[in-house]
């Protein structure tokens, strides 16, 4: 009897303790960070909203106090929502609470001017100056929030003189830190938060812990979008002009969301939601974010809801196709270009031949003159490759041997020929004319070359005993004699796969060798991070003009009056492998043009609520949006169309608000896709004052049986004062794949 007694005592024992280990296992197995989106918030009261959320958090862990511990940020300004960490079972048991909408683990992301403001026809020094810049008061009192790495508040292009008061709608605030007074702030950065959950210790030491950046990055993009101007600018003599911003009068709001750590630069979603949550309740009236974000922020499309414009880049992983980031309907995706602008430099040889490759290349203060210097092929410049070469005190001709990401590729080449000591280097790589990633020479010749260059430079060094090289130092050149746009090699292209039916990216912008803002000086960059500023200080411009107007309207002006040729009138290229002519999947709309953008006659207008519709983003638990809804993204109206599987004939209805004069008439010019035949009914619009808007119905026929690719034409409505352009792509198929097979 006591024998099994003992047994059933052992028994309970045993359960008990197999259940308290579940239950630890649960409460403390293994946490991280996951974001929990509720939608829109029940309170117009933040405190009440995160009220809401410990509740809810607290019928998860079990109390109150620890539902507040667990919670990183509360999102309880532009919708409802928290980020908290949890381990998976908890962030299980989150996602089947029925007002939850979507729990999704927290990522970590990608960080994404004297000349390009002119060369996009916002000439400043021009006797008057350009209209738009007088029109728009040069952008001023709207608000800009830079969401980034921060701002160095000190930099010229940051100086507040000469404004007035403070926009009485601001409700920001200037959030004291390391390094960070409320001096720091001023008339022209009229808010600054940051967001530092998550940095352990020692990358909290090494960073400023306030909105002061110590990376440059956002000082470069804060400056470029909305700079104030600043005379006599370069970079020792190269880019020498005025520095200043698209919209040198606007406002600046910063928010710190991105981090300098021991490996790389810290960026997480969730911080980045906590920036946005807090711009739609500060009052910013553009955000410009230069990141890479591999989800489509409900955050953004809150805050286009509330009116807000978000620009993004579309990342730099050109030139494949179908590698574009931040692809959401509702923001500006934005591609990178190249401006009218180089920097030749000279290298003459030992036997008078003169080659000229591009550099940043100048003369330190101690040297008077370029000399002759031994010359030496590197061969690829790989530590094996170089290894028993004497390179100490040479100039190394070096040859990519394959083609890769010249992030990767030339700093490594720098480092190897820097550590044998070379005095300077002759890198020959497909053009790419990126010259920011040559930074790390400091001084030393470091020229890039394409193929064709580089054999000569080889050849000359297999004739003679002895070859020697002198490398000058770079030049400025400007204007017609280097053409121009070209989309950039790094801009990532379209099409979206996870929106292959809305065309991506929306526009292009000047993204190479841009001068702007960094600490106290300025530096050359490249990348779509600076490309992204380019349309945010447009967009400011068009908001100062017209500022009634929709997200929509700004983002349907920029893309229906967006440049497709080059300075002679030739279609536009695009850097690639080979290079090619440009098309919708490399720049959207075409580059920029902000003149014709402020007067676009025609917009292709959206109300905002129309995203949920179509997209189901109040549908779906681990997923944001459904991208597979019943009513396809191509019916939505968009200044654009993408058909991704045509195979029967299908209708497509767009709308367009008159926004010229209230009297006029357009006709519709169709250029068709290859394969594809495209009729517009109505073919003639007729405005006046009581017909605002017009619908019409775009009909698509495929006119082969044929798996085939993307083709591309545009759908333009004109009249003698105005020219309204969509972009076109469509893709005949005939079965459900896509690949090409053999």
């Known amino acids: ?395 190394v001709l070096c040859i990519a041997e394959n083609f890769g990401p010249t992030e990767d590729i030339i700093p490594d080449v720098i480092t190897n020929v820097k550590s044998g000591g070379a005095s300077g280097l002759i890198f020959a790589i497909y053009t790419i004319d990126v010259l920011s990633s040559t930074d790390d020479c400091l001084g030393m010749a470091c020229v890039i070359v394409d193929i064709d260059i580089g054999f000569q430079a080889a050849t000359y060094i297999g004739s003679q005993r002895l070859p020697i090289v002198k490398i000058e130092p770079a030049r400025s050149i400007t204007g017609k004699q280097v053409p121009a746009p070209k989309v950039a090699f790094f801009s990532s292209r379209g099409p979206s796969v996870k929106y292959p039916t809305v065309l991506k990216p929306d526009i292009a912008a000047p993204g190479v060798n841009i001068l702007a803002a960094t600490g106290d000086g300025y530096a050359f960059n490249s990348g779509n991070s600076m490309s992204t500023p380019h349309v945010a200080g447009v967009v400011a411009l068009l908001k100062a003009v017209h500022p009634r107007w929709s997200h929509a309207a700004l983002k349907s002006a920029i893309v229906t009056t967006a440049s497709t040729k080059d300075e002679y009138g030739n279609p536009m290229l695009a850097e690639a492998l080979p290079r090619k002519v440009a098309d919708p999947f490399d720049y959207g709309g075409g580059n920029i043009n902000p003149n014709a953008a402020v007067d676009p006659g025609l917009v292709y207008d959206i109300d905002p609520r129309d995203y949920n519709k179509f997209f189901a983003c109040k549908m779906q638990k681990y997923k944001i949006c459904n991208i597979t809804t019943t009513l396809p993204g191509y019916h939505l109206n968009l200044p654009s169309i993408s058909i991704p599987e045509l195979r029967q004939p299908i209708k497509v209805r767009r709308a367009v608000t008159n926004v010229g004069n209230v009297d006029a008439v357009y006709q519709s010019d169709i250029q068709s896709p290859l394969g594809v035949k495209i009729k517009v009914d109505p073919p003639t619009l007729v405005f006046n004052a009581t017909q605002k808007v017009h619908s019409f119905k775009v009909s698509i026929t495929p006119l082969w049986k044929v798996q085939g690719d993307y083709t591309f034409g545009s759908l333009t409505w004109h009249n003698e004062h105005h020219s309204v352009r969509i972009p076109i792509a469509v893709r005949i198929t005939i079965q459900d794949f896509y690949a090409d097979v053999a």
């Open 1 to 395: 009897m006591d024998f099994h007694s003992s047994r059933r005592h052992f028994s309970a024992c045993l359960l008990f303790c197999l259940c308290l280990m579940i239950s630890i296992s649960r409460a403390y197995g293994s946490q991280k960070l996951y974001i929990v989106y509720l939608g829109e918030k029940k309170h117009d009261d933040a405190a009440l909203v995160t009220a809401s959320h410990h509740d809810m958090l607290s019928t998860i862990l079990g109390s109150k106090e620890e539902a507040s511990a667990s919670i990183t940020y509360s999102y309880k300004h532009g919708f409802s929502g928290f980020a908290a960490m949890l381990t998976d079972d908890q962030a299980q048991d989150l996602a089947d609470l029925p007002e939850v909408i979507s729990v999704t683990p927290n990522e970590h992301h990608e960080l994404m001017t004297t000349r390009s403001w002119d060369f996009l026809g916002l000439n400043l020094d021009h006797q008057p100056p350009n209209k738009l810049l007088q029109r728009s008061k040069y952008g001023e009192d709207v608000i800009i929030g830079i969401v980034d790495t921060g701002i160095w508040p000190e930099s010229r292009s940051f100086s507040d003189h000469g404004y007035g008061p403070i926009p009485s709608r601001w409700k920001g605030v200037c959030q004291l830190g390391q390094a960070w007074e409320g001096t720091n702030c001023s008339r022209k950065i009229i808010g600054a938060r940051y967001y530092p959950a998550g940095l352990d210790k020692a990358d909290q030491e090494a960073n400023y812990m306030s909105a002061r950046d110590i990376n440059g990055h956002g000082t470069h993009t804060a400056s470029t979008a909305a700079g104030a101007v600043v005379e006599g600018v370069s970079l020792h003599g190269l880019g020498v002009g005025v520095a200043r911003g698209g919209a040198p009068r606007a406002r600046i709001a910063v928010y710190k969301v991105a981090w300098e750590t021991t490996k790389r630069v810290q960026l997480a979603s969730a911080t980045v939601l906590a920036a946005l949550d807090d711009a739609i309740h500060d009052g910013v009236d553009i955000l410009s974010l230069s990141i890479v974000l591999n989800d489509n922020s409900f955050g953004a499309l809150h805050a286009v809801q509330k009116g807000i414009t978000v620009v993004y880049g579309a990342g730099n992983s050109g030139p494949r196709p179908q590698v574009i980031f931040n692809t959401a309907p509702w923001v500006i995706t934005v591609a990178a270009t190249k401006i009218d602008r180089s920097f030749p430099t000279a290298i003459t040889l030992g036997n008078n031949q003169t080659l000229v490759g591009q550099s940043l290349y100048y003369l330190l203060k101690n040297e008077s003159s370029s000399e002759f210097k031994p010359l030496v092929h590197g061969g690829s410049c790989s530590g094996e490759a170089l290894n028993g070469t004497i390179i100490n005190g040479k100039v």
